[in-house]
C-alpha cells in the first residue's frame, strides 16, 4: 500500500490544475513501484477528481471520564515498559489485524511511530493480554478549556482486558472527556457508551486502487474457494490501463485471473474506479451501492457473485498511523 502524506500548492499558483497533476503522476509512480493500492486524508471533493473515495466509516465516542464503570480488572493495568513491547504487538495484530485498510508494523514502527508519538497502558495478569495509546489535549469550550483524554487505540485479547482499559480510564482525573473512534461494533466502543456519552459517526481515511490488475492479484487468496465467473468492467478517468474488463474466473482448480472478457459471456459487474475502491476494502457492500445506483450489472447473480468476492468489512486505521 502507498500513501500520500501532504499535497499543498503556493497561493498566488493555485487553481491552475498543479496539484491535480502532481496527484496523477504519484498515483503513476506507485503504479510503477508496484503499489496496487494507495490511502490518504484529505477533502472529499478534490482527492476525488483523482479516483480516491472514502473508505473508512468511524464511530467517534465521547464519555464523561466519571461515569465510567470502575471495573475490577482496573487493578491489572500499569504503564508500558519496553520489555512488554512484544505482547503488546501481539495483541495490536489480534485486534486490528483482522480489519481491512489497518498497517502492518515491525518493531521500528512501534518504536518511532508509537511510542514516539504517544504513552501506552497495559493490561498484566498473568501476561500482557491488552494495551491502550493515548494522549491528554487541552479543548476549548464556552470561552475556556477542558482535558480531553483521546484513546488512540487499543488492542486486546478477551473481555477482561476490555473491562480493564475501561475502567483504567477513569483514573485521569485531570480529563473531563473521554474520546475514542473506531469501526462499527468495536468492543471499546460499546464499552465507553455510558449515560451521558455522545456517538457521533463519520468518515476518515480515502482508498484507492491504483492498478486494478495487480490489486486483483493481491486478493487471490482472498477468492480461494469462489466459484463461479465475474467480468469486472472498470472505468478510471485517471489511469487509462485500469479501464477494460478485468475477468475472475473460479470455475476450475484454481481462480484465475485475466483481461478482458471470455468469448462466450459471463455475468458482469459495471464500476467507476471509485466504487471499485469502496469494494475492496469492504466499505460498503455491492448490495448496497447496487440499490442507490452506483454499479450496473448483468443479473442478481451477479451481484451475488460479487457479494463473495468483495464482502463488506470494517476497514479501520488508528489515527497513530494516519498519514
Known amino acids: 500500500m502507498g500513501g500520500i502524506a501532504e499535497v499543498c500548492t503556493l497561493q498566488p499558483y493555485r487553481r491552475m490544475g ?70 503488546v504487538m501481539k495483541a495490536y495484530d489480534l485486534t486490528y489485524g483482522r480489519r481491512s485498510c489497518a498497517m502492518t508494523r515491525n518493531e521500528v514502527h512501534w518504536k518511532v511511530r508509537i511510542l514516539g508519538r504517544s504513552r501506552v497502558r497495559v493490561y498484566d495478569r498473568a501476561g500482557i493480554k491488552g494495551y491502550y495509546a493515548y494522549n491528554a489535549r487541552d479543548e476549548k469550550v464556552n470561552g475556556g478549556t477542558r482535558k480531553v483524554l483521546f484513546v488512540e487505540e487499543a488492542g486486546f485479547r478477551g473481555p477482561e482486558a476490555i473491562r480493564g482499559i475501561i475502567g483504567d480510564l477513569g483514573r485521569f482525573e485531570d480529563c473531563e472527556i473521554i474520546a475514542y473512534g473506531g469501526p462499527p461494533g468495536d468492543k471499546i466502543l460499546g464499552g465507553l457508551s455510558v449515560p451521558g456519552s455522545s456517538v457521533s459517526v463519520g468518515f476518515s481515511g480515502m482508498f484507492r486502487v491504483n492498478d486494478v490488475m495487480a490489486t486483483l492479484e493481491s486478493l487471490r487468496n482472498e477468492f480461494a474457494g469462489f466459484r463461479g465467473k465475474l467480468a469486472l468492467r472498470v472505468r478510471d478517468d485517471v489511469i487509462p490501463g485500469n479501464s477494460g474488463a478485468f475477468t475472475i474466473d473460479g470455475s476450475g482448480s484454481e481462480t484465475a485471473i485475466s483481461r478482458g472478457e471470455p468469448a462466450d459471456g459471463c455475468q458482469w459487474l459495471d464500476v467507476d474506479i471509485r466504487e471499485l475502491s469502496q469494494l475492496v476494502p469492504g466499505t460498503l457492500s455491492v448490495a448496497h451501492l447496487a440499490s442507490i445506483g452506483k454499479i450496473a450489472f448483468s443479473s442478481g447473480k451477479a451481484l451475488s457473485l460479487a457479494e463473495r468476492l468483495f464482502p463488506a468489512r470494517c476497514p479501520f486505521q488508528p489515527s497513530l498511523d494516519h498519514f
Open 18 to 87: 498543479i496539484a491535480t497533476r502532481l496527484l496523477r503522476d504519484m498515483i503513476r509512480l506507485m503504479i510503477r513501484k508496484k503499489f496496487p493500492v494507495s490511502m490518504l486524508y484529505g477533502r472529499d471533493t478534490f482527492y476525488r477528481r483523482v479516483g480516491y473515495e472514502r473508505a473508512m466509516v468511524v464511530h467517534w465516542v465521547r464519555a464523561p471520564r466519571q461515569v465510567l464503570p470502575g471495573y475490577a480488572e482496573r487493578q491489572n493495568m500499569r504503564d508500558f515498559e519496553m520489555a512488554d513491547l512484544p505482547a
